[in-house]
């Protein structure tokens, strides 16, 4: 059974950091891409940054570029994000997503095949 687990949410002041962490399990992950969307309250659900199975290639929304970095401590199936200097505007679920194509999420149009069930993430002015 395919487990997608996020952790790492929390209440954070304006100007703070967070480091959200999302583990898959449960079957060969091998060449599947993962990323982080987030829901924030009243909007749509948007990709913030996706990473591919190796490691070495990342991409993000413009909003958070500069700020938010993805990334993996090996080639694997686990991924964090980092997130500094959060702003109000980032209050919202943060979900873990896999998929099998890196392109597609940047493209767009993401493929996912599981997701995770989120972690809230609240900033406070």
């Known amino acids: 059974q395919v487990h997608v687990v996020e952790s790492g949410g929390g209440l954070v002041q304006a100007g703070g950091s967070l480091r959200l962490s999302c583990a898959a399990s449960g079957r060969d992950f091998d060449g599947y891409s993962m990323a982080w969307f987030r829901e924030p309250p009243r909007k749509d659900r948007e990709m913030v940054a996706v990473i591919d199975w190796s490691g070495n290639r990342t991409d993000y929304a413009d909003s958070v570029k500069g700020r938010f970095t993805v990334f993996k401590t090996s080639a694997g199936n686990t991924m964090y994000l980092q997130m500094n200097n959060l702003k109000p505007e980032n209050t919202a679920v943060y979900y873990c997503?896999?998929?099998?194509?890196?392109?597609?999420?940047?493209?767009?149009?993401?493929?996912?095949?599981?997701w995770g069930e989120g972690t809230l993430v609240t900033v406070s002015a």
């Open positions: 997503a896999v998929g099998r194509s890196f392109t597609h999420f940047v493209d767009g149009f993401p493929r996912i095949d599981y």
